[in-house]
Each structure stands twice: as structure tokens, then as C-alpha cells.
């Protein structure tokens, strides 16, 4: 069992910064990869961003490469997403996942790909 924890969100002007936070705990030593993904109301939940575990490669949806990185931090189980030049669109509930092992391709893009989920936290861009 891998219990995840989001945190970071909240309300920002268009053209703003935030910064999410995933801590991850349990059985964190056979995962293979974390994911961020996000729902806007009404919409199904989509991919954001994801990093191979092992070697730390990161994949990012079109809609946010170039303004989002994802970075991790092995001794403390946590992935970080640093929003930039956020915008309306970007507003949504992003919820952070984990999985165990490894994707085909060592991309995991789909929600089905992931075992474990936070419970999500709430990114606001005011236009």
C-alpha cells in the first residue's frame, strides 16, 4: 500500500506560480512511477505530467510542457510540480498518483496505469 498526500494549491492570478507538493509513504521501494494529473469540473481526469522513478525522466502532456517541470526527491518520497505562467484553463483539482512498476515504455500516461491516488488539491487561476 503507498498512501500519497498532496498539498500546494490554491488560488493565483493568470500569469502566476504555485508549487505542488506529493509526499508518498507505505511501500514506496517497488514503485515505478508518480503522475500528476488533473479534473476540471464536468471533465474527465487527464494527464498532466509523469517521472520514471528509477531514473527520473519526466513526461509531460503538450498543454503544459514549457510552463510545468516536475521534479522529485528520492530521500523524501516526494514529487514536485512547478506551475508557471498558469492560466485559466489550468484550473482544476490535481490529484497526484503512484504506480507499481513499470509501465510498457516506462511512460505512464492513462489513469488506469496508476494504483494509488491523494486525494487532490485545488489549483484556482483567476482570469
Known amino acids: 500500500q503507498v498512501h500519497l498526500v498532496e498539498s500546494g494549491g490554491g488560488l493565483v492570478q493568470t500569469g502566476g506560480s504555485l508549487r505542488l507538493s506529493c509526499v508518498a509513504s507505505?511501500?514506496?521501494?517497488?514503485?515505478?512511477?508518480m503522475g500528476w494529473f488533473r479534473q476540471a469540473p464536468g471533465k474527465e481526469r487527464t494527464f498532466v505530467s509523469t517521472?520514471?522513478?528509477?531514473?527520473?525522466?519526466?513526461y509531460s502532456a503538450d498543454s503544459v510542457k514549457g510552463r510545468f517541470t516536475l521534479s522529485r526527491d528520492n530521500a523524501k518520497n516526494t514529487v514536485y510540480l512547478q506551475m508557471n505562467s498558469l492560466k485559466p484553463e489550468d484550473t482544476a483539482v490535481y490529484y497526484c498518483?503512484?504506480?507499481?512498476?513499470?509501465?510498457?515504455?516506462?511512460?505512464?500516461?492513462?489513469?488506469?496505469?496508476?494504483?494509488?491516488w491523494g486525494q487532490g488539491t485545488q489549483v484556482t487561476v483567476s482570469s
Open positions: 498518483a503512484a504506480r507499481v512498476g513499470y509501465c510498457s515504455g516506462y511512460v505512464c500516461q492513462s489513469t488506469g496505469q496508476y494504483n494509488y
Open positions: 507505505g511501500r514506496t521501494f517497488d514503485m515505478g512511477a
Open positions: 517521472i520514471v522513478w528509477s531514473h527520473g525522466s519526466t
